[in-house]
């Protein structure tokens, strides 16, 4: 009997290994469909619907920026890498997304964690991409304030400087959805919950 109690605690145990095997990798898979990692120790983590925070953007000429010339208009931040698969497929979409939308009242632009500028200018120039762009090769902005874990990931913040959503991973940018958040934004509307703020393919009305 002691024989056979063992046996089978025996076969639980690797069973339950063998759950746990299949969890991590079920996580593992999940954390990169659709983006870049890093594993840069995370921060801080911006909330939605609370204040985002104000920041000073450096431009590929060495000039800087603060968001704050952006106030009054939805503002769309995409954090982006050249070497990140997801963020260059997406990237034309976004360039698609910032010749639909009234510069009035929306602004598009993109924040670069490559060292270096001459590669960003690079792949800017060889893919059509005309919107802003700026860099945070230190990962100050992204380590420290933004909080992000990979790439790409978007702010969309309100026109009163609110962070309306955090959007994580690849997105139809140019799609019918997507364009009807950003209208509800500037509105001053926060479209209801949908799984395309966390990898999906576009919104959920």
């Known amino acids: 009997m002691t024989g056979s109690g063992a046996g089978m605690g025996g076969s639980a145990g690797k069973g339950g290994l063998k759950g746990w095997i299949l969890l991590v990798v079920a996580v593992a898979l ?7 990692s890093r594993k840069e120790p995370v921060v801080a983590h911006e909330e939605e619907g609370k204040p985002f925070p104000v920041l000073t953007l450096t431009g590929l000429d060495g000039g800087s920026l603060s968001t704050r010339a952006f106030r009054g208009k939805v503002l769309v931040l995409n954090v982006w890498a050249s070497w990140c698969p997801p963020c260059r497929k997406e990237m034309p979409s976004l360039e698609r997304l910032s010749k639909m939308l009234d510069p009035k009242r929306f602004a598009v632009i993109g924040l670069s964690v490559d060292e270096d500028r001459h590669l960003v200018r690079e792949f800017l120039m060889q893919n059509g991409i005309t919107f802003p762009n700026y860099l945070d090769p230190g990962l100050k902005i992204v380590k420290q304030t933004l909080g992000i874990k990979a790439y790409p990931e978007t702010f969309i913040v309100a026109p009163g400087g609110e962070l309306i959503r955090r959007v994580m991973g690849e ?11 950003l209208e509800d934004a500037y509105k001053g509307k926060r479209t209801t919950s949908g799984t395309w703020a966390y990898g999906g393919s576009q919104p959920q009305q």
């Open 30 to 36: 999940l954390s990169v469909l659709g983006a870049c």
């Open 171 to 181: 997105q139809a940018w140019d799609s019918p959805g997507m364009l009807q958040v």
